[in-house]
Nanobody, 122 residues
Framework: QVQLVESGGGLVQAGGSLRLSCAAS???????MGWFRQAPGKEREFVAA????????YYEDSVKGRFTISRDNAKNTVYLQMASLKPEDTAVYYC????????????????WGQGTQVTVSS
């Protein structure tokens, strides 16, 4: 089973930046990868996704232009660079691996990390 471990979360002021990392182990790193987030009292939502070769990338509209997803297959790691952070970005961020497509639906993802907290203060 693929294991995913997120890191890089923390507390940052509005307008600041953070880079999240997701290290994969226990399997191949040739799957599509995605980032999701869940704020308190809210449903988990799609943030970004990237194909195995980085040729296909998708973003949720609210983060487009501010967040950048990337991956380094040699390091078995996917990243989420977050800039111009807003208080509404506050959430637990989850890394996920998809066996098939890379759509925004959570049901397409088979493996999930434990999440890392991102808190943006105003």
């Amino acid at each position: 089973q693929v294991q995913l471990v997120e890191s890089g979360g923390g507390l940052v002021q509005a307008g600041g930046s953070l880079r999240l990392s997701c290290a994969a182990s226990g399997g191949t790193f040739s799957t599509a990868m995605g980032w999701f987030r869940q704020a308190p009292g809210k449903e988990r939502e799609f943030v970004a996704a990237i194909s195995w070769n980085s040729k296909s990338i998708y973003y949720e509209d609210s983060v487009k232009g501010r967040f950048t997803i990337s991956r380094d297959n040699a390091k078995n790691t996917v990243y989420l660079q977050m800039a111009s952070l807003k208080p509404e970005d506050t959430a637990v961020y989850y890394c996920a691996a998809a066996a098939g497509g890379i759509g925004p639906s959570m049901k397409e993802y088979d493996y999930w990390g434990q999440g890392t907290q991102v808190t943006v203060s105003s």
